[in-house]
């Protein structure tokens, strides 16, 4: 499935961003979705996971910042908040499916002054 990552921006340090990964009809309450961030030059970076059951795991530089969560109402997307941006979070963000090679073209976040 290829997601299709949105919510992204230009944002100073401290602020916040929601980014959205949707796609239609995929039943995300029954999937393992994680959020990957790549910097040019760089390999993706895995940033966090959500499991069935909505278990949440992160990389140690966004945890008490960043909130993986599906939306429970339409099961029709997850959603990465991420709070007190910092410059370092800057990136491309893409979603994906587990154990999936498709992806989608990701949503670009930049944290600047």
């Known amino acids: 499935v290829k997601f299709v990552e949105s919510g992204g921006g230009l944002v100073r340090p401290g602020e916040s961003l929601r980014l959205s990964c949707a796609a239609p009809?995929?039943?995300?309450?029954?999937?393992?979705i994680s959020w990957y961030r790549q910097v040019p030059g760089q390999a993706r970076q895995w940033v966090a996971t959500i499991i069935p059951g909505g278990d949440t795991r992160y990389t140690d530089s966004v945890k008490g910042r960043f909130t993986l969560y599906r939306d429970v109402a339409t099961n029709a997307a997850v959603y990465l908040q991420m709070d007190n941006l910092k410059p370092e979070d800057t990136g491309v963000y893409y979603c994906q499916e587990y154990d999936s090679t498709t992806w989608g073209e990701g949503t670009q976040v930049t944290v600047s002054l």
């Open positions: 009809g995929f039943a995300f309450s029954e999937a393992i």
